[in-house]
């Protein structure tokens, strides 16, 4: 047992940790503006059809291992594309080595072919990147991957994977409205009766301040109820990436400039 786990250690390929976003950029080579684009650009592409597409830039092939298996080892344990459908895309570009491969999942090498991915490399991306435009081949080069995988018949539900592992989509929101329309009514209603008996018991004591009193006693429980409704917001980023569960790739294609 020993010798087959030493065995796969010593196989095992030398991948980089799972993005966070749908764009990385290690090697500086995108500016600001075209990568937080692109990152929305995908982040609604999942939203509208399930699909997940990564672009992954770098300045060298990790050491110890080649594109294509880098690419398909990707694929896999960074989970790109939803589970069973394995509908997930990894652009990868190195500057350095002058290297770019678009991986492809099972599921969509219907439509994203082999020798699509090579046509996407070789007449889009590899003039621009010879050139040094780095942000235009990466953003055509997105948009005709985009295009290719568009007539797929996934469909999404609105939400990114990351999102719905945040705040547990709208599923997780909807069953708790009733609870929360029940509970504040009995609230309501609890209030009104405190409110009344107190103001009662105010008059009979014949106080000159009770119309003060009832008004400070509001004013208290008016404020209560908004502070404690104020804490409910929550932030994520717009751009988070989460893998959906896509185990398979290999098809694709592999270029230089």
Do not use: C
């Amino acid at each position: 047992m020993f010798s087959t786990l030493f065995l796969a250690f010593l196989l095992a390929i030398p991948l980089p940790s799972k993005p966070t976003h749908y764009v990385t950029d290690n090697a500086g080579a995108l500016s600001s503006d075209t990568a937080g684009k692109l990152d929305q650009k995908l982040k609604a592409f999942e939203q509208r059809t399930s699909d997940q597409v990564l672009v992954y830039v770098d300045k060298k092939v990790p050491d110890g291992t080649t594109l294509e298996e880098m690419g398909a080892q990707a694929i896999r344990d960074w989970s790109v594309g939803q589970a069973k459908k394995d509908n997930g895309v990894i652009l990868f570009v190195f500057t350095d080595d002058h290297k770019m491969r678009i991986e492809v999942g099972y599921g969509l090498e219907g439509s994203l072919t082999d020798a699509k991915s090579k046509l996407i490399t070789s007449t889009i991306m590899k003039p621009r990147l010879q050139s040094g435009d780095y942000n235009g081949a990466v953003e055509h080069g997105v948009e005709a991957i985009l295009n290719t995988i568009g007539g797929e018949s996934y469909a999404g539900n609105g939400h990114s994977v990351a999102e719905a592992n945040v705040s547990g989509g709208r599923s997780g929101i909807t069953p708790l409205i009733p609870m929360v329309i029940f509970f504040g009514f009995v609230g309501l209603i609890l209030s009104v009766f405190l409110i009344a008996r107190k103001r009662r018991w105010v008059t009979v004591s014949s106080s000159s301040s009770d119309s003060n009193t009832f008004s400070s006693g509001w004013t208290s429980s008016s404020d209560s109820s908004i502070d404690s409704g104020s804490d409910s917001s929550s932030s994520s980023s717009s751009s988070d990436f989460s893998g959906g569960g896509g185990d398979g790739g290999g098809g694709g294609a592999s270029d230089s400039w």
